[in-house]
């Protein structure tokens, strides 16, 4: 499995940014899927936006659509995301995840994870 390690977490004002790194060990799980989920209290975990092993593909929930961007620097096995013009909506716990290749947006299908990170955006 890939070890993942999240940070980049805090509290923020509605309208401001937050990037979100994810750091994996390992060179050999370096061109996995990398994707973000979230999970805010009482609810599912979410997908949020995943990234393909070459990086040539994104992907995105569309509540984040032109708010959030991910990418990768496969010689440094990291994945960031980095999000912009947060809502209160977005205040959730971010989780980092890897799998070697298939659908992105099915947190079923992952089985590596960080422990993520917390995101609060205040109003």
């Known amino acids: 499995q890939v070890q993942l390690v999240e940070s980049g977490g805090g509290l923020v004002q509605a309208g401001g940014s937050l990037r979100l790194s994810c750091a994996a060990s390992g060179r050999a799980f370096s061109n996995y899927i990398k994707a973000w989920f979230r999970q805010a209290p009482a609810k599912g975990r979410e997908f949020v936006s995943a990234?393909?092993?070459?990086?040539?593909?994104?992907y995105y929930e569309d509540s984040v659509k032109g708010r959030f961007t991910i990418s990768r620097d496969n010689a440094k096995n990291m994945v960031y995301l980095q999000m912009n013009d947060l809502k209160p909506d977005d205040t959730a716990v971010y989780y980092c995840a890897a799998r070697r290749a298939g659908s992105y947006s099915d947190a079923a299908l992952y089985n590596s994870w960080g422990q993520g990170t917390q995101v609060t955006v205040s109003s």
């Open positions: 990234i393909s092993g070459s990086g040539s593909n994104t």
